[in-house]
């Protein structure tokens, strides 16, 4: 005997965890990338990469560059497209998991009024 009735629930619940775990391995990329691709370059042109509470406008969420010498523009806007598309790809992921959440909701409320 299952506990949940509903095949398109457990069908559901499972692609919610697939994707949670697709997104934390996104996320984990992502950072490793900052950590070993970004930071290294842009340790040549940096005296400091700090918290900066006068000149952060995003309430000291992001680190802050101290620049000594202006990297090269095409290798930063290089680095900086790659970081952004990508981080764009997650927002989007983002949505769909609280999408999916909010479908899963529904089809809970509905697996329990059965």
């Not at 499972?14 to 950072?31: A, Q, R, T």
Request: glycine share 2%; hydrophobic share 35%.
């Amino acid at each position: 005997m299952s506990l949940i009735k509903s095949e398109k629930l457990i069908s559901a619940l499972h692609g919610y965890y697939s994707k949670v775990d697709f997104v934390k391995d996104l996320d984990n990329d992502l950072n490793s990338w900052s950590l070993n691709q970004l930071i290294p370059f842009m340790s040549e042109f940096c005296t400091y990469y700090t918290w900066l509470k006068e000149s952060n406008v995003y309430k000291r969420h992001y680190l802050t560059f101290i620049l000594k010498k202006n990297p090269p523009k095409d290798k930063l806007t290089f680095l900086i497209s790659h970081k952004g598309w990508w981080s764009n790809g997650q927002a989007q992921n983002y949505e769909d998991i609280l999408n999916r959440v909010t479908s899963l909701r529904n089809m809970i409320r509905e697996e329990l009024a059965l």
